[in-house]
């Protein structure tokens, strides 16, 4: 009788095939329960709302400040239109509502971005294994997971696509149509999905130059001259795009400079990067520097920790770049991170609208990672078990939070027209102001969250998102003059007092506001 000889699968498809299985499952389960918005998506996703009601492109439609009974339109140049755009063309062209089209795109993008750094990994020297098991450590990162839990717009995009174009730039060889068009292209492309991609771009366009600018390790003059121009006339033109159709008719709050000032973290955040991005340090103290709740440290032992993981990670470049033997990836990885420490640190320097977040050196993170794997796989057993250990830890703290997170959109969040998950309103509570709209035609909401304008389906809609406490503001950048239809705002039910009257006097058309407690968490106050 035959035996079928049995083929012994390798190592590295077994990984790949478990990643994908582990990152599919994901994606069903946010399908089922869709994720809910950061705060920047949210703003994108309202100017989605103001497209489908007969806003124009990109443009958010809202009650004018100086006559709420008129609509101002503003052309959002903040955040990219990305975010918005790809769950608004899947929801399009499916009938999904925004929820599901949301949990769609983040799964494509999370598989697309596995993709994109694998074959990346491979391209650049590293064997399959070693990008297979790259992409299990990435898999493990916060930075993986959180899209599934918050949808974070720009982020998830910028994943997606990065690894592709990482590729790109590994894989043009010489100068010709195929480099214009992918310049060009991945520019435009890159700033869809999220506008800091410049500086990733910048990059990039870098690594292609000297490596297509060198002979024998060495950089020719003529060569280096000839591919500049090569690389300038196609990015040229993909900046001048930018700028003349999207850039140009806006405000963009990130470029104002509030005047130099320099602080520790100034360039200690840049520099630890490769530490505070790669092993989710950022994400898991929920903000190093600027915790979202009660701080794991004290300001001053957080400096110290700051600076030790930036000697750290200057220390593990060092490393990579000696113990590493493959130049070409050598190359990408100072690049990236120069780059990204002289970028970010002019930006704190001049104190731009740029927060201290992992987030925004993410690719610096992605990018040390088969440089560890490749090391720690020359080292002692002993070391590799360590390592085998901390990443375990990161796994375990990381898909923990998934799940707790997970179950809190399941079984607490609200959920309305949109299908996301609601964090800052109870089910009640959002009954209640979707059976308001369906009853108005032209009344006005006010939230305190951006989120929650996306379930009016019906009415205009206003965010007054609360000032800081213990500082000043001027009242005029949130009081709308004038009167219009009937008046709802919605807040939370520890604003009394002083607050709820400081809101109140936002609108100064308005008088004689009844108050009506929708739950134990929320309250209503209306006026006609």
Known sequence: MLQTPVRNVAPHKLILFAITVITVAMGIMIF??????????????????SMQMGGGFNSLVGPDQDDISKNVSQFLTWWSPGQYLVPYFIKSISGLNTGHATALAVTLLELSGLAGLYVFFKKIGFTSIIAAISLVFIACQQAFITPNIFYNGGEILLFGFEGWFLYGCIAIKKPGWQLLLFVFLSGLIGFFCKSSFVWIYASGLLCIWLRLSAINNKINVPRLVKNGIWLAIPAAIALACIYVFFLSKGDNPAATSAGLKFDWQTLGFPLGS????????????????????????????????????????????????????????????????????????WAYLRQLNISYEGRHYRIVGLLIVPGIIYIIAKIKPVYQIVFGVLCAVLAFTNYSFFVKAYTFNKNVSARGNTGMAQEFIDQASLNYMMNLDKQNKNAVFVFVSPDLPLEIAHNRTITIEPPIVNESFDNDDYSYAGHAGPLYILLPANFTGAKAVMYQKFFPGYTNFSQQKLSDKYTLYSAK
């Open 274 to 345: 490769p530490i505070i991005s790669g092993f989710s340090i950022d994400e898991i103290m929920h903000g190093l520097l600027f915790p979202a709740f009660t701080p794991f440290l004290t300001p001053g032992h957080t400096i110290v920790v700051l600076l030790l993981m930036a000697a750290l990670s200057l220390v593990l470049v060092a490393c990579i770049m000696r113990y590493v033997p493959k130049n070409d990836y050598r190359l990408f990885l100072i690049i990236f991170y120069v780059v990204s420490v002289f970028f970010f640190s």
């Open 32 to 49: 089922i329960y869709p994720p809910s918005l950061f705060p920047d998506a949210s703003h994108g996703f309202q100017v989605m709302r």
